[in-house]
């Protein structure tokens, strides 16, 4: 509530009930200290001020307020010398140039999603360490692994993860929680400034700080975003502190370790390693099958799906736990609107065509990444996967890198052994840089799209 500005309603209101004369003598110069539950304090200049509004006009300035707020308060009034050197730090002085913010009551919501839990979530050798890891946090926030680092490529259920987490340490420990991506974590902090500079009387300050401060567990997703915002790091550092300091919990997420994340502070990136940092793999065909399991099982809309579709969707969809959501969603739509009793082989095939990466391997998604841009640059694969350096192979090798990771989600470890034996850092390099060309170059999008097309 803004103190100053409905002070000065009040004030307008008093003003209609007294003369003139009174107004100026005994209320002008009264301004509104805070409101406590029903009690509103106000402040007076002189001692006889207090005692003749106490003594006469106490109700006109209960009714004014009454006509403001639709609440009945008590008042309290003190001398500004009474307010004590404490208070005057924890409460900002008000008056009635409404130059004070208003306060923004904080209401804390955790951001989970309910629906990703440990028990939906399948274990696989690709995953088990890092799900081993997560239990152990859930189960003793702030004493075992703090921070703990989760990372790898999209898909993989990172994510998932750390929601599970979250929300099992709300259930099980009752503990405050709180789930945000990195770009949330950016906006809110920006706001403190866009909204200082406006003339915005919103104390976001204070709100960032209820908000992240009083945390027992942050969960921070995809902080690769944070990279490029500076200022918002300095403040991720003092948040990252004051948690840690306090045996609080802090989970991160990332598409990539601490280490490779380029533009960011090297104290934030030595704090990330403080804890455990562990990855998390493309699925393996094992896992791929028994996470199909489950999705299906636990879809119930889905009529009897036969072994060899599963089988079919594990073999030719290798990497990303998402795209294999994808085709069994894909599949639901069609019985549904088939009205299939039974899905076989040749429905599913025929079903997922076009999800499916023209029937190759695992193996061989990169390599048909590299031989679409290949021709598409009128190169060989060899060259791509050379040393050569002119213009237009390593344009071509860059492209197929950025490819391989945003339609394959493969690691950047891996991208790097099937071009040549390159190191990762190579393959990241190249993939952030298409990815910020392609926000300015309009030829290299429409280049990029005509090569999907091929691809996919
Ligand atoms: P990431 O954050 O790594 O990009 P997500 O956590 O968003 O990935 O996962 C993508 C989708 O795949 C989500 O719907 C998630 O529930 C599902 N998923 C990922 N891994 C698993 C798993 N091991 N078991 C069940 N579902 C999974
Ligand atoms: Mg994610």
């Not at 500005?5 to 005994?26: D, G």
């Not at 009714?63 to 730090?89: H, M, R, V, W």
């Not at 902080?223 to 200022?231: C, G, N, R, S």
Request: proline share 2%; hydrophobic share 35%; glycine share 4%.
């Amino acid at each position: 509530m803004n103190y100053g500005l409905l002070w000065s309603k009040v004030l307008e209101n008093i003003k209609m009930s007294v003369t003139s004369l009174i107004y100026t003598t005994w209320f002008e110069n009264t301004k509104l200290y805070k409101i406590d539950g029903n009690i509103v304090t106000i402040i007076v200049p002189m001692d006889i001020h207090r005692k003749h509004i106490t003594e006469k006009y106490l109700k006109d300035i209960t009714d004014a307020l009454y006509i403001e707020t639709n609440q009945i308060y008590d008042i309290n009034i003190i001398l500004e010398d009474e307010i004590t050197e404490q208070e005057k730090l924890s409460t900002p002085i008000v008056d009635n140039s409404n130059k004070e913010k208003e306060k923004i009551e904080y209401h804390h919501i955790s951001n989970l999603n309910k629906n990703y839990t440990f028990e939906n979530f399948v274990v696989g050798n690709s995953n088990k360490l890092a799900h081993a890891t997560a239990m152990a946090v859930a189960d003793s926030p702030g004493q075992t692994y703090n921070p703990l680092f989760i990372y790898g490529p999209s898909g993989l259920g990172k994510t998932h993860l750390m929601h599970a987490i979250g929300n099992y340490i709300e259930q099980n420990l009752n503990k405050k929680v709180l789930y945000v991506t990195s770009d949330q974590f950016i906006d809110d902090f920006s706001k403190i400034s866009r909204f200082n500079e406006t003339d915005n009387n919103y104390d976001y300050a204070e709100y960032f700080k209820n908000k992240y401060r009083s945390l027992d567990v942050l969960i921070i997703d995809d902080i690769q975003f944070l990279a490029t915002a500076h200022k918002t790091q300095e403040e991720f550092f003092h948040t990252f502190n004051i948690l840690y300091n306090d045996n609080k919990q802090i989970i991160i997420s990332s598409d990539r370790s601490p280490n490779d994340l380029k533009s960011l502070e090297d104290r934030l990136k030595t704090r990330f390693c403080w804890g455990l940092t562990v990855d998390i793999y493309p699925p393996e065909l094992e896992l791929r099958k028994n996470i199909l399991r489950k999705k299906i099982q636990t879809s119930n809309l889905l009529p009897n799906i036969d072994d060899d579709v599963i089988e079919y969707i594990a073999a030719n969809m290798a990497s990303d736990v998402r795209k294999l959501e994808g085709a069994i969603n894909r599949l639901m739509a069609e019985s549904l609107t088939m009205g299939y009793d039974k899905i076989t082989l040749p429905i599913a095939v025929e079903a997922l065509k076009s999800m499916i990466n023209k029937g190759t391997s695992e193996k061989t998604n990169i390599l048909r990444v590299q031989k679409v841009v290949a021709d598409y640059y009128k190169i060989s694969v060899d060259d791509m996967k050379s040393k050569k350096k002119s213009a237009v192979i390593v344009g071509a090798r860059q492209i197929a890198m950025y490819l391989s990771r945003e339609i394959l989600s493969e690691s950047f470890e891996r991208i790097g052994l099937e071009f040549g034996g390159r190191d990762h850092s190579t393959v990241m390099y190249a993939y952030d840089k298409i990815k910020d060309e392609l926000n300015i170059k309009y030829e290299l999008k429409s280049a990029l799209e005509k090569i999907k097309e091929n691809i996919i």
